[in-house]
């Protein structure tokens, strides 16, 4: 699907917990675009850092261990995008918990945030694409007029992330995943480069009480209506 002269582009940002990834790759299915993951473009440059033995907290360390890493994207035949480090996709192994423990740490430095933007508008400015993200619609993509936010009560997003835990074989007290969470929106809404935040030009859904279906056809036909129309949708709240 494309809109204008260029592929269509949709952006998709909101805290831990909300079920982004699960309705990002349904959305793209639903409209025959690209899915891309940029949280495992994150994770992969952790698994570099890490590899590298830099520490994740020496912000220059990481810096340059970023900007010289061989990391890419290739359009895959069903459509997504895979995350490819010295040429291999990567796996399981971004999964490890210490690996996303460095994420954490150096997901908030500007020098990897340009680094992964940069390969980010790349490919969906050539294939179009579903995003998402924490600064996809502020940052990456501000020009998109499909813009959603979504969100969940908070003790809905931590038994949804205690869930998920659980589903990867990893047993988490409740009072960990409540911690994480605090924790990570904190330093996602209070960074100094491209904070988490939802602006009028989005269109904020709770999905506290919808099923993944459910939030994804409200925004297919959010997206569909405004491709016909030609006009992007205007930021809305639903829930």
């Known amino acids: 699907m494309k809109r204008g002269t260029g592929p269509l582009v949709v952006a998709i940002d909101g805290p831990s917990g909300v079920g982004k990834s699960t309705i990002a790759r ?5 409209l025959g675009l690209p899915y891309l993951d940029t949280g495992a473009m994150y994770r992969a440059v952790a698994l570099e850092v890490l590899r ?7 912000e220059s360390a990481v810096n340059a261990v970023a ?3 061989d990391l890419r994207l290739r359009r895959r035949r069903d459509g997504a995008f895979s995350v490819l480090l010295r040429g291999r996709e990567v796996g399981k192994q971004i999964r490890a918990p210490e690996v996303g423990e460095a994420t954490s740490q150096i997901s908030v430095y500007p020098g990897v945030r340009a680094r992964m933007v940069e390969l980010q508008r790349a490919a969906a400015r050539k294939y179009g694409a579903v995003v998402e993200g924490r600064d996809i619609g502020s940052r990456v993509f501000p020009d998109t007029p499909h813009k959603f936010f979504l969100d969940a009560r908070p003790e809905v997003r931590f038994a949804r992330r205690h869930e998920q835990l659980r589903g990867a074989g990893r047993e988490v007290p409740m009072a960990a995943v409540v911690e994480e969470i605090t924790r990570r929106d904190y330093r996602d809404t209070h960074r100094s480069d491209s904070p988490l935040v939802c602006d009028a030009s989005y269109t904020r859904i709770d999905t506290s009480d919808l099923t993944p279906a459910q939030v994804v056809e409200r925004m ?18 639903y829930g």
């Open 26 to 30: 349904d959305l793209a299915a639903r």
């Open 67 to 69: 900007a010289r890493s």
């Open 220 to 237: 297919a036909s959010a997206v569909e209506t405004a491709h016909a129309a030609g006009a992007g949708p205007p930021g809305r709240g």
């Open 52 to 58: 590298h033995g830099a520490d994740p907290r020496n």
